[in-house]
């Protein structure tokens, strides 16, 4: 990652004025051109700067999308899918100009079908709403990243969270997607059957693309019953190695964990700070398990054993919702903790994958890259699939200290492609890391190209995101 492979595309002004005023004879009030709106359809959660679309489509419904296509199709100017904008790689800037399509108010449920297990949603929906709704059906929609982010987005980066270790990410979990293609037209990749042999599987295809592909209309769901009994609770350790050689013994012995979280000394401190909490500063787990009030006992029991073995202190576990509650909210705004460890300081927070034997090695001397070069970055992880965070603080304005960020975000996915790992395990590619793309998967980029340009071959859709701009 570095800021220099951050860079404007060519524009055509002649086609983003007419898209433009096209947009605003088809759409009347539902599109927008301040700039105001433009700047918050250009936000990203990094430092990588803000580049702007130059309108926004509020869109309602799929016919909405389908005709916004067309005419940037027409005119052969960008399409930028817009959620809720927690993405963190640059994925929802528009670096040629063009038209941004907000699915804020495509946020309807389609379809339950409760039986079945699955349901049918407008991309817009956020994981809380759609959770909301399916919350007196006894079922809910597993998938939990930290922010409240739209399904259609998370879908879009193959998403996962702190829920992956037991119900796996958005690939594993969405059944069919409709989207819309470079010609204006709208395609269903699947039907609702949990399998199939009937040719290529576009579902994957689109999961994951970024919107580089196509711009999805609606996603179908895999659901999951709504655990009779969760019980969770945290674990101390001496040291990270020791949390992590934790987490490797409970995966490879079976013990079926619901979420098993990884949290090293100073980020426990930042949450303290900034969640009221009084934990000991020290490497700790966060540990969840989902089932029967017998089977969650002793999934407790076998974590407690497997943690002493480790040199962990005592297991404290609760099913009591509220304690459990409390601490997860606490996890879950780990970046906000860390952003708060220095007034007026920003946070890259960026994300490496391991195979689950090799976490310990990769967190421990990831952790002293840090401390040799003298950062401030707490580590936390969904440690359950070898995925871990670091959030970096830094002074955004400092060349220096962006050149030492860089230098270590190098490093970092460096360490992971070196294990077999991945440059990203759930934030995707974005524009922040294309540098490591062609270093994990060499060839297999060429081939991922020959799609884009089969599929979007005006490169109309989130151009300069996955590949760089050409």
Known sequence: M???????????EQAIAAAVSACQQAFGARFHMGEAIRAQHAHTTTYIPAQLPDGVLFAENADDVKAAVRLCAEHKVPVVPFGTGSSLEGQ????????SINFSKM???????????????????????????????????????????????????????TNAVRYGTMKDNVLAVTAVTASGEEIRTARR??????????????????????????????????????????????????????????????IPVARIELVNALQIK??????????????????????SEESVALQSQQFGEVASECGGGDFQWTSDAEERARLWKARHNVYWAAKALSIGASVLATDVCVPISRLADCVAETEADIEEHGLLAPIVGHAGDGNFHVSVV?????????????????RLNARALSMDGTCTGEHGIGQGKQAFLP???????????????ALDPDNIFNPGKIFPLE
């Open 2 to 12: 570095a800021l220099s492979d951050i860079r404007a595309g060519t524009r055509n």
């Open 92 to 99: 929802v800037n528009a670096p040629s100009g063009g038209i």
């Open 107 to 161: 946020n309807r449920v389609l379809e339950v079908n409760a039986e079945d297990l699955d349901c049918t949603v407008e991309p817009g929906i956020t994981r809380e709403e759609l959770n909301a709704y399916l919350r007196d059906t006894g079922l809910f929609f597993p998938i939990d990243p930290g922010a409240n982010a739209s399904i259609g987005g998370m879908a879009s980066t193959r998403a996962s969270g």
């Open 193 to 254: 059957a949990r399998k199939s042999s009937a040719g290529y599987d576009l579902t994957r295809l689109y999961v994951g693309a970024e919107g580089t592909l196509g711009v999805l209309t609606s996603v179908t769901l895999r659901l999951q019953g709504i655990p009779s009994v969760i019980a969770g609770g945290i674990c101390g350790f001496p040291t990270l190695k020791d949390a992590c050689d934790a987490v490797i013994m409970t995966i490879q012995l079976g």
């Open 270 to 291: 930042a949450c303290n700070a900034y969640s009221g909490l009084t934990l000991p500063e020290q490497p700790t787990l966060f540990v969840e398990f989902h089932g």
């Open 394 to 410: 830094f002074d955004d304005k400092d060349p220096a200290d962006i050149e030492k960020v860089e230098a270590f975000v190098a």
């Open 439 to 453: 270093r994990e998967l060499g060839e297999a980029v060429d081939v991922m190209r020959q799609i884009k340009r």
